[in-house]
C-alpha cells in the first residue's frame, strides 16, 4: 500500500503540470492574440500602442517561456492582473468571491447529507417494502430539476408569493436570504447521498459479521449503530472529499440569477468581459484542489479499507 | 454479467431478457413513452408547430396561455397559444417545439459521438492494451475530470468558438462553399465538442474496468490460443460482453448531457438567437419582472425540461436495475 501511496505523490506534480500546461494553451492560445482582447476597439494591427503592450506584457515570447514566466508567478502567489478590472490582481479579485460560494456550497451540501444519509440508511434496512423505490424515485425527481428552473421557481414561491425573502443579493449564511440558494443547491444533492448511502449499507448488512452480531442478541440499535453504520458510512466520506473540492467551485447558475457575488458568478463575467487571467487562475485553483481531494480521497480509503489492493 | 451459461441455455441473450424485464416495469415503459412523445414534438416541430418559430404578432404580446374556441378544431390548433406569448409576441409553445429539436440534436451528436464512439473505442483500447495506453487514457481524462465539468464546457465554448469562426470565415472566402456561418453551424459544432468533451470519459472508465474484468475470463484466453487478432477479440468478445453496462450509462448520462446543453444556451453560449433554445426561453423566463408578471413563460419551456431529464434518469436507474441485478 506505501508503494502505491508514493507513486500517487510522484505522479502529483506531474499531473498538475499536464493541467496547468493544458490551461495556459486553453487560454492564451485557442482565443486568439490577447492584445487584441485588452485594447478592443482601439486595436490596430503593428501600432506602437499594440507592440508596447505585447511586450509589455511579454506576449512577444515564445508560449514556453511565457508559461514558466507565467507558472513561477502562480508558485509564488501572483496570478496575473485582471484585463477587466483596471489591472488589479487576479488574487484579490478571486479568493473572496470562492470564500463566498465556498460558504453557500457548503450550506447546500449539509443538507444534502442531513437528508440523503439518513434516508438511504433507512431505506436500506426496508428493502422490497414500498418505500424503497418511492424514495429513490422522488429524489430523481428532485434531482432531475436543473437549477435553471428550480431557482426562478423558488423565488416565485418564496419571494413574489410569499414574500418570505428579498430576491435577490447576499449577507452570509446567517441572513433569510440563503434560503433560496440552499434549497437549490442542497436538495438535488439528496439522491446522490441515498443511493449511495443505500448500497453500502446494504452491502454491510449482507456481511458476516452483522450476522454475528445478531446471533448474539445485541439489540438493533446497538447493531445498526456500532456495526452497520461505521461501516456503511465510509464510501460517504470519502466522497465528501471531492464534495468539499467542489465547494470553491461555484455555483454558476444560482450565483448569477440570484446575484451572489460569489466565483461562479465571477467565471460568467470573466467569459464575457474575456478576462482570460482570471478564468485562468480560478480553473488552475479548481483543478489543483480537485487533483489534492482525489488523492486523500483515495489514500483515505487504502488506509480505512486495507482490503483494496492497488498495483 | 451473463457468462452463466444456464442462462442461456433458452436461445435468448442477457440483452433481450433485460430489455424484456424492463419493458416489464412501468415506471420504465412511462418514461420511454414520455421521452417519445416529447422528442417526436421536437423532431416534427415544423409540422406540428401552429406558428413560425420567428413569427411576432403585435397584436398579442405577452399573452397569458389562451385557446381559440370560435373557429372549429382548425382554428383551435392553428390560433391559439397554449403557452402564452413572449415580450415579441411569440408563440412559446412552437419556440418549445424548436427549442426540443435544437436540444435533442445536440445531445444525440455529443453522446454518439463523444459518449459511444470516443468513450468505447478509448476504454477499450485501455482496458485491453493496458500498459502506456491505458495511463495515458486515463491521465488525459483525469485531467478532464478535475476541471469541475460546468465551467469546461463553459471554457471550450467560449474560447473555440472566435477561432471556429475565424477558420469557417477562412474556408468561405477561399471555397465555394457558402452559407456555413448563417446557417448556424458553428454553434452547433462548438456546443457539440463541449458536450463531448464533457461525455467521454465516465463511459471510457466503465468499459475500462469491465475489460479489465472480462479480459480475465477463459473464453478470452481460448480464443486467444486459437489466434484470433486483437481486433477480432475486442470486437467479438469483449464489446458485445460489456454491452449492457454501456446502454446503462448512456441511458444515465443523457439526462445530464441535456442539462449542460440547457446550461450553456442559458448562459448564452450555446445556439444563438433568433434560433429558439431552451435554456434561452428560461433564461428569459427567469427574469424577477418576467416571472412576476408572465409566469407562463418559465412555466412550459421549464416543464418540458424538468420532463427530459426526469424522464433519462429514471429510466437509467431503472436500466441500471435490470441490466445490473447484482447492485439491487
Redesign the interface.
Known sequence: MWRYVIRRILWLPI?LF??SF??FL??RV???DPVIVILGDRYEPDSIAAINLRHELGYDQPIIIQYTKYMGGVLRGDFGKSSKHGMLPVRDLIFPKMWVSAQLAFVGLLISLIFGVPLGFFIAHHQGTWYDPTS??IT??L????P??S???L??LF??KLHWVP??GWNGIFDARILVPAIALGVPGIAGFVRLMR?STLDVLGQEFVRTARAKGLSVLTIDIRHVLRNAIIPVVTVLAFSLA?LI?GA??TET?MGIPGIGYF??QS??NRD?DV?MA??LV??FT??IA?LIADISYSIIDPRIEYD | MGTNKIDNLGGQSHLSRSLRRLFRKKIAVICLVLISIIYCLGIFAPIVSPYDYSEQDYTAIRQAPSFEMNEGINGFFTKSHFAGTDRAGRDVFTRVLWGIQNTLILTFIGMITGGLVIGVVFGLMSGYFGGKIDSLIMRVGEIFTVIPSFLLVLIITATLKPRIREWVIWVEDNSFVEGLISSGFIDYFVVSVALVSFGWYGTARLVRSQILYLKESQYIEAARAIGVSHWGIIFKHLLPNALSPIIVTVTMGMGSMVGVEIFLSWVGVGIQPPRPSLGLMLWEGGNISVLRNQPWMLLAPGIVTWIMMLSWNLLGDAMNDVFNPRTR
Do not use: D, E, R
Not at chain 1, 434531482?143 to 436543473?146: D, G, L
Open positions: 499531473i499536464v493541467v493544458i490551461t486553453l487560454f485557442v482565443p486568439g429513490v424515485v430523481l425527481i434531482m432531475s430539476i436543473a435553471m428552473i431557482v426562478p421557481g423565488l416565485w419571494c413574489l430576491c435577490s448500497a467542489g467551485g454558476i447558475v440569477i467565471s460568467i467569459v464575457f482570460y478564468l480560478v480553473t479548481t483543478a480537485f487533483v482525489m
